[in-house]
């Protein structure tokens, strides 16, 4: 699967009713209870209950043009919840959200014009080919015939399915369904894509390949990418920033790093590579270290190849004592082979959020 260049150019669709009301409320993508208009989608206090189940309480939410929020938690956690209302497809019960500007459950046909969505379980006609059923999705979304196949090629050769395209979907692996739905989502060229579980039944590959197509395409067309999972990996991997969901309740969200200074315990780590030339340094090394300010443990390796670890409080101090390193090592001949940050795995810091916040709901992510 090859990442193709961006579109170029917006494509021509037909004018939609309430354009010129979007635009007299402000920037096009900005919140009537936002200034910035980068904002592609923000909510506050969004709500939905079904009779006495809260499936999402309160959520307060802003995903800006060029990043990839990820929403992680368990199935069952509120995310598909959360991006039906945002769809305009179920009415949330109090709060309000705010999609491109516009708000889903007044104006939906609007908002799913300027959003592509791909749904955890795709479908398509199966006996259309998958060039067919995405001209199928050009009609739908009134884009002209020769910007539309324009369009088609561009997302096919995206996803990697052009020696394909003209074959039936029944054909399709699940992982292919999965391309497909991505590309059936970009045809409109969206500026945001919304999607739930991408990198379902996709091989590891595949899910490289795909990782990798969401970042360029934040990249090169500044867009807005809202991704669903509970697949821990792929979202530190790709996501800018995280939203934690449990129990209908976004608990915490953040940088990776910000995450982990909030539901951290306290310290930071960083990882130190040595080669010493004698051994006297060796053993001089670790008091040398204790003595940068912040430092509050040092921790050598076991062995003379392994990492040494340098524990710091608070974490806020950690660049700084990076750089004491760095200025200790020039002035005392120490050779460093490596120096960096430990950035807790995103499984602990979800672990730890959902422990300290929700203790009956401190399961693994399923």
């Given at each position: 699967?090859?990442?193709?260049?961006?579109?170029?150019?917006?494509?021509?669709?037909?004018?939609?009713?309430?354009?010129?009301?979007?635009?007299?409320?402000g920037?096009?993508?900005?919140?009537?209870?936002d200034?910035?208009?980068?904002?592609?989608?923000?909510?506050?206090?969004?709500?939905?209950r079904?009779g006495e189940?809260?499936?999402?309480?309160?959520?307060?939410?802003?995903?800006?043009?060029?990043?990839?929020?990820?929403?992680?938690?368990?199935?069952?956690?509120?995310?598909?919840?959360?991006i039906?209302?945002?769809?305009g497809?179920?009415?949330?019960?109090?709060?309000?959200?705010?999609?491109?500007?516009?708000?889903?459950?007044?104006?939906?046909?609007?908002?799913?014009?300027?959003?592509?969505?791909?749904?955890?379980?795709?479908?398509?006609?199966?006996?259309?080919?998958?060039?067919?059923?995405?001209?199928?999705?050009?009609?739908?979304?009134?884009?002209?015939?020769?910007?539309?196949?324009?369009?088609?090629?561009?997302v096919?050769e995206?996803?990697?399915?052009?020696s394909?395209a003209?074959?039936?979907?029944e054909?399709y692996?699940?992982?292919?369904?999965?391309?497909?739905?991505i590309a059936?989502?970009?045809?409109?060229?969206?500026?945001?894509?919304?999607?739930?579980?991408?990198?379902?039944?996709?091989?590891?590959?595949?899910?490289?390949?795909?990782?990798?197509?969401?970042?360029?395409?934040?990249?090169?067309?500044?867009?807005?990418?809202?991704?669903?999972?509970?697949?821990?990996?792929?979202?530190?991997?790709?996501c800018?920033?995280?939203?934690?969901?449990?129990?209908?309740?976004?608990?915490?969200?953040?940088?990776?790093?910000?995450l982990?200074d909030?539901?951290?315990?306290?310290?930071?780590?960083?990882?130190?590579?040595f080669?010493?030339?004698?051994?006297?340094?060796?053993?001089?090394a670790?008091d040398?270290?204790r003595?940068?300010?912040?430092?509050?443990?040092?921790?050598?390796?076991?062995?003379?190849?392994?990492?040494?670890?340098?524990?710091?409080?608070?974490?806020?101090?950690?660049?700084?004592?990076?750089?004491?390193?760095?200025?200790?090592?020039?002035?005392?001949?120490?050779?460093l082979?490596?120096?960096?940050?430990i950035?807790?795995?995103?499984?602990?810091?979800?672990?730890?959020?959902?422990?300290?916040?929700?203790?009956?709901?401190?399961g693994?992510?399923?």
């Amino acid at each position: 699967m090859t990442s193709g260049p961006r579109l170029a150019r917006k494509r021509k669709i037909a004018p939609r009713r309430g354009d010129a009301a979007a635009s007299a409320g402000g920037v096009r993508g900005s919140s009537p209870d936002d200034t910035d208009e980068l904002v592609r989608i923000s909510t506050r206090r969004l709500t939905k209950r079904y009779g006495e189940l809260t499936a999402v309480d309160a959520l307060d939410l802003d995903v800006r043009a060029g990043e990839i929020f990820g929403l992680l938690g368990q199935n069952g956690a509120g995310k598909t919840t959360t991006i039906l209302m945002l769809l305009g497809l179920t009415e949330p019960s109090g709060g309000t959200a705010r999609v491109v500007g516009l708000d889903p459950a007044r104006r939906p046909l609007e908002v799913k014009r300027r959003v592509g969505y791909m749904p955890d379980s795709v479908g398509f006609y199966s006996d259309l080919s998958g060039r067919e059923n995405l001209r199928y999705t050009a009609r739908l979304n009134r884009i002209e015939r020769d910007d539309a196949e324009a369009a088609i090629d561009e997302v096919l050769e995206q996803v990697g399915l052009t020696s394909r395209a003209d074959d039936s979907t029944e054909t399709y692996s699940r992982g292919m369904l999965q391309r497909l739905g991505i590309a059936d989502a970009l045809v409109k060229d969206p500026d945001v894509l919304i999607l739930d579980e991408p990198t379902t039944a996709i091989d590891p590959l595949g899910v490289t390949e795909i990782l990798d197509l969401l970042r360029d395409l934040v990249k090169q067309r500044q867009m807005a990418i809202l991704l669903s999972s509970h697949l821990l990996n792929q979202v530190q991997v790709v996501c800018d920033r995280i939203g934690i969901f449990a129990a209908g309740k976004l608990i915490g969200q953040g940088s990776m790093t910000e995450l982990a200074d909030r539901f951290g315990d306290g310290t930071a780590h960083i990882e130190i590579g040595f080669e010493f030339d004698d051994e006297a340094m060796a053993k001089r090394a670790p008091d040398l270290l204790r003595a940068i300010p912040d430092v509050t443990e040092v921790r050598p390796g076991a062995r003379r190849i392994d990492p040494w670890i340098v524990a710091v409080r608070p974490p806020a101090a950690e660049g700084r004592v990076r750089q004491a390193i760095l200025a200790l090592a020039a002035a005392e001949g120490l050779h460093l082979v490596s120096l960096r940050p430990i950035v807790p795995s995103l499984e602990e810091i979800y672990r730890k959020a959902v422990a300290r916040t929700l203790p009956a709901h401190a399961g693994a992510v399923q």
